[in-house]
């Protein structure tokens, strides 16, 4: 990752994330991939649920740009076996979606944003899957 990858992954979160739809959609597809997904969230405050998404993002975005791993780590020990238990596997289809929606959000998005966007995040999308 360079920090021209880091710099595009943060100018483009910051022309969705004020989008309640972009977070809407986020989950239409996220949930649309698996049943297991989407019987996941089926007791759900959706609406807790797009704020703590809006947040998990941006801890993600902040990581790359140098941030300490921190909150990341507490995310990853929420979502473990003993937490939410959101099984490894699933990661691969949230960060499909997450591009998905970019994609969909984003006026500036495209293939090259998609790959700095992957390289940027998988990292700490791979601490969070780690702690399961």
Not at 47 to 74: C, F
Not at 108 to 121: G, N, P, V
Not at 122 to 132: C, T
Request: hydrophobic share 35%; charged share 30%; with cysteine.
């Amino acid at each position: 990752m360079t920090s021209k990858d880091s710099d595009n992954v943060f100018q483009s979160y910051g022309r969705v994330c004020n989008k309640d739809r972009f977070f809407v959609d986020f989950y239409d597809h996220f949930m649309s991939s698996s049943d297991a997904i989407r019987a996941q969230f089926v007791d759900t405050d959706m609406k807790q649920q797009r704020h703590l998404l809006r947040n998990g993002i941006m801890q993600l975005v902040l990581h790359a740009r140098g941030m300490p791993d921190t909150k990341l780590r507490a995310l990853g020990k929420s979502h473990d076996r003993t937490g939410y238990n959101i099984k490894p596997e699933w990661y691969g289809l949230w960060l499909d979606a997450l591009m998905r929606t970019l994609r969909k959000h984003d006026p500036e998005f495209s293939d090259d944003l998609e790959t700095s966007w992957r390289r940027a995040i998988e990292p700490g999308v791979r601490l969070i899957k780690e702690a399961y």
